[in-house]
């Protein structure tokens, strides 16, 4: 028959059955950071033993786990497997974080709310973004601009086109964000915009023939003539995606709803100034900014180029030996000049030199 200490033990190793909970692979348990060793994260959960975070279920590749959780914090983490011989549990935070933001990500999609997502890819066919942790994709088709004027860590608008946690398939649009609200936004824009207004403006995407500048859900095209008074080559010269600019509406389509748009309309214009310091007759020395088939684009003032004829060209080359390249320097004379229609012509020779070599001695 048992004493009356070992009746007391039994029992109390009863009571211990009876309240120990038997914890089990897949199980959602809360704990607390308790420290740290070479295998990740030891979190107290209320076991006979300190379960484990390896680092992979931790934080991402390369990330120190002690940059992110502290001793003390609390939280809850999944099982992923149970007791080993050591006893003790391997436990993931990151399919936690990942089951959640799923949960908020579908309650975003519910209600059509724009989020915001970072690029971590520009790939073939679209852009990689993450939003909450989960990795997403928006097709070119979907994107406001073109993929190769995006940068990784850059910030986008989205709405969620598809989302199925079984398929692992998330797709997002960048696009339909500006889309919902543009018909509305243009209305309004239309019925105040006006030429010779100054507005402010976001470019938003950059092609060969100029850049669009958003307007505040209508987009405006700014001409690379309008760009400046100065030769430029391509619009990337001296715009990028993301740049808040002051542009001058110069024209508004109704019908066809287009806004053009002009940024040198801004500056001095620079024929002006050039038609007090330059007239015929006058050396010049000017920087070749481009090379056509009729001849040479000459800029002999800040902003204001002049054209050197082709049979010109070919009397330069003779007389120096050299060939006429974009970026020369070359010394030519004011042939005509017309700042009312902004043109300038030039020679290599001085007014009457040719003449006075072709007359006949008396």
């Not at 993929?147 to 850059?154: N, R």
């Not at 009397?315 to 030519?332: A, R």
Request: hydrophobic share 35%.
């Amino acid at each position: 028959m048992a004493t009356k200490k070992e009746k007391a033990e039994l029992d109390f190793e009863a009571l211990l059955e009876q309240y120990d909970y038997k914890f089990q692979k897949g199980d959602l348990v809360k704990g607390v950071i308790c420290g740290f060793d070479s295998q990740g994260v030891m979190v107290d959960i209320g076991a006979k033993t300190t379960a484990i975070i390896p680092s992979y279920e931790a934080v991402e590749k390369g990330e120190n786990p002690e940059d992110r959780y502290k001793k003390g914090d609390e939280g809850e983490f999944l099982i992923i497997k149970e007791e080993d011989e050591d006893g003790k549990f391997l436990l993931s935070k990151k399919k936690v974080d990942f089951a959640y933001a799923w949960k908020e990500l579908e309650k975003a999609k519910s209600s059509d709310e724009t989020i915001l997502g970072t690029v971590v890819n520009v790939v073939k066919g679209g852009v990689l973004v993450e939003v909450s942790g989960v990795r997403g994709f928006i097709p070119s088709s979907q994107l406001r601009t073109k993929e190769t004027d995006i940068e990784v860590g850059s910030k986008l608008e989205l709405k969620i086109l598809t989302l199925d946690v079984q398929q692992n398939n998330f797709i997002l649009s960048n696009k339909k964000v500006y889309e919902d609200t543009a018909e509305e936004a243009r209305k309004n824009i239309f019925s105040q915009i006006e030429p010779g207004q100054v507005v402010k403006g976001e470019v938003v995407r950059i092609t060969d023939f100029g850049a669009f500048i958003d307007l505040g859900g209508l987009d405006g095209l700014l001409p690379l003539s309008q760009l400046s008074w100065r030769w430029i080559d391509h619009p990337t010269d001296i715009l990028k995606v993301g740049d808040k600019i002051d542009v001058e509406v110069i024209a508004v389509d109704h019908d066809k709803q287009r806004v053009s748009l002009s940024l040198k309309n801004l500056e001095p214009d620079p024929w002006i100034e050039a038609s007090d310091k330059i007239k015929e007759g006058d050396k010049v020395e000017g920087t070749v900014t481009r090379l056509k088939h009729f001849g040479a684009f000459i800029e002999v003032f800040p902003g204001v180029e002049a054209l050197l004829p082709h049979n010109e060209v070919v009397d330069y080359q003779n007389e120096s030996k050299s060939i006429v390249k974009v970026g020369d320097k070359i010394s030519t004379y004011i042939l005509k000049f017309n700042p009312d229609d902004k043109r300038i012509a030039l020679s290599v020779h001085e007014q009457g030199t040719i003449e006075d070599e072709a007359a006949p001695e008396e």
